[in-house]
């Protein structure tokens, strides 16, 4: 049930981000040409009402609709340089491929078929990630 449940919410995401253009290449271009203000109003908003949502779950103890146990949102450890690397190899894979790791499979189901190198490349990415991991600072 769980399943159905997550593929239900995962579709509707990923209709909402195709139908509010996120998942548009033409809107990630104008955004890293600094032409458009849709893309940061987008990620703005994402961003604000995280912080609230994490705000209002921590502070009330929220607990799971599928299990009822608490939320635990553990602190971030603190250094800077994880994430500016980090957020460097993020953007420079979002440029290059003009997709999001969000959006790549809205794209996919929207029947953009080139997006199968972003997701591939993305996967294998992330196996290498994995098996180098122990190697890394963080």
Not at 20 to 26: D, R
Not at 97 to 107: E, N
Request: hydrophobic share 55%; with cysteine.
């Amino acid at each position: 049930m769980k399943t159905v449940l997550f593929f239900t919410i995962g579709i509707l995401f990923g209709i909402i981000l195709y139908m509010s253009e996120v998942a548009s290449w033409f809107r990630i271009y104008e955004m890293f040409q600094f032409d458009s203000f849709h893309m940061y109003g987008v990620i703005g908003t994402a961003v604000f009402l995280g912080v609230i949502i994490v705000f209002i779950i921590k502070k009330f103890k929220i607990k799971s609709i599928l299990d009822s146990a608490p939320i635990a949102i553990p602190n971030k450890e603190k250094g800077w340089k994880r994430y500016l690397f980090g957020g460097i190899i993020f953007g420079s894979g979002w440029a290059i491929s003009g997709a999001c790791p969000g959006p790549m499979f809205s794209l996919l189901g929207a029947g953009f078929l080139p997006i199968l190198i972003v997701i591939v490349s993305a996967t294998l990415g992330t196996f290498f990630y994995g098996f180098i991991q122990h190697k890394l600072p963080h």
